[in-house]
Nanobody, 124 residues
Framework: QAQLVESGGGLVQAGGSLRLSCAAS????????MGWFRQAPGKEREFVAG????????EYADSAKGRFTISRDNAKNTVYLQMNSLKPEDTAVYYC?????????????????WGQGTQVTVSS
């Protein structure tokens, strides 16, 4: 079992920045690929960014490329999502997720553990 706890969400104006963190309870954190997903009201949960267990492989959704950066610190069992140049359409609940596999997946169903989510609201 792995418990994930997100933090760092909030209200920000368009063009601003936020840094989300996700702390994992699992000791073998580096065995897990991690992903960030988001879900806006009335929409399906969508992939934002993912990082492999080693951190050597990273993927982004097109909407996140050039603005968001995913990273991880395996010594701290934490994954981060730095979000810059935020837009109102980035408003959503952001979730981190872990899969018991080293490689990234863009599919929510491939992830085994989920955090409780953190709200990000971007005002225009």
């Amino acid at each position: 079992q792995a418990q994930l706890v997100e933090s760092g969400g909030g209200l920000v104006q368009a063009g601003g920045s936020l840094r989300l963190s996700c702390a994992a309870s699992r000791r073998t954190f580096s065995d897990y690929a991690m992903g960030w997903f988001r879900q806006a009201p009335g929409k399906e949960r969508e992939f934002v960014a993912g990082i492999s267990g080693s951190g050597n492989n990273i993927e982004y959704a097109d909407s996140a490329k050039g603005r968001f950066t995913i990273s991880r610190d395996n010594a701290k069992n934490t994954v981060y999502l730095q979000m810059n140049s935020l837009k109102p359409e980035d408003t959503a609940v952001y979730y981190c997720a872990a899969r018991t596999y080293l490689l990234i997946s863009r599919r929510p169903n491939d992830y085994d553990y989920w955090g409780q989510g953190t709200q990000v609201t971007v005002s225009s």
